[in-house]
């Protein structure tokens, strides 16, 4: 069955996910942002061990926690993200751009795809390509659980940014309609920012998506 962590960190506030199969303890984290070592501590008195870091995108307030967490695990884990987004992983995830220096961590191995399964033990996530916030942002879902882990695409009364290099509102239009809104209504979305919502009550109030 599916258990979730969740962490808000660093001065933008960004929220990092560890997820796990809790009767094999295969663990992955979703969105390593900024302090590794606390993520780490979690999963260690869990006894879950972190065989996966997932990228929703590459921004650096999701992936500056990567390196701590990497460097304390052997074997290291496993590194995933959509190849359209490592030019952005490869500028720090524009840390620079906000006055930020990261150490980005290992370099992202697994290529996601769209349609892609990613499994935890007995869990499968599926992987969804939602350009818009960047070109190669990603969501996953996990049918078993009912759970969207959104990452910048959308939050809670509002949706990710699309005036950063690499964004694009239409994209982002046609993401959030096509790979979020067709989700069960009652699917938990747990994004890259703010408080938890549902499909449902994003479809019916998203002031962004009226339009
Ligand atoms: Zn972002
Ligand atoms: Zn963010």
């Known amino acids: 069955m599916l258990a979730i962590v969740s962490f808000t960190l660093g001065p933008v506030f960004t929220n990092a996910y560890l997820v796990a199969d809790n009767e094999t303890g295969e663990t992955a984290v979703i969105d390593?942002?900024?302090?590794?070592?606390?993520?780490?501590?979690?999963?260690?008195?869990?006894?879950?061990?972190?065989?996966?870091l997932w990228y929703t995108h590459a921004h650096f307030d999701h992936i500056g926690g990567a390196a701590e967490i990497t460097e304390?695990?052997?074997?290291?884990?496993?590194?995933?993200?959509?190849?359209?987004?490592?030019?952005?992983w490869w500028m720090q995830g524009g840390a620079?751009?906000?006055?930020?220096?990261?150490?980005?961590?290992?370099?992202?191995?697994?290529?996601?795809?769209?349609?892609?399964?990613?499994?935890l033990g007995n869990v499968t996530f599926e992987v969804r390509h939602t350009p818009g916030h960047?070109?190669?942002?990603?969501?996953?879902?996990c049918a078993q659980?009912?759970?969207?882990?959104?990452?910048?695409?959308?939050?809670?009364g509002s949706v990710g940014r699309t005036d950063l290099p690499g964004g694009d509102w239409d994209a982002?239009?046609?993401?959030?309609?096509?790979?979020?809104?067709?989700?069960?209504?009652?699917?938990?979305?747990?994004?890259?920012?703010?408080p938890e919502t549902r499909v449902g009550e994003e479809r019916r109030h998203n002031p962004f998506m009226r339009i």
Request: with cysteine.
């Open 72 to 88: 304390a695990l052997n074997p290291p884990p496993s590194v995933a993200l959509h190849s359209a987004d490592h030019m952005l």
């Open 172 to 194: 982002l239009v046609r993401s959030i309609r096509e790979q979020v809104y067709t989700l069960p209504d009652e699917t938990r979305l747990l994004s890259g920012h703010g």
């Open 134 to 141: 960047t070109p190669g942002h990603c969501v996953f879902y």
């Open 96 to 119: 620079a751009f906000f006055g930020f220096c990261i150490d980005p961590g290992p370099k992202p191995a697994v290529r996601l795809e769209h349609g892609q399964t990613l499994r």
């Open 145 to 156: 659980a009912g759970v969207l882990f959104s990452g910048d695409l959308i939050f809670q």
């Open 32 to 52: 390593p942002a900024w302090d590794g070592r606390l993520i780490l501590a979690e999963a260690q008195k869990r006894n879950w061990c972190i065989g996966h």
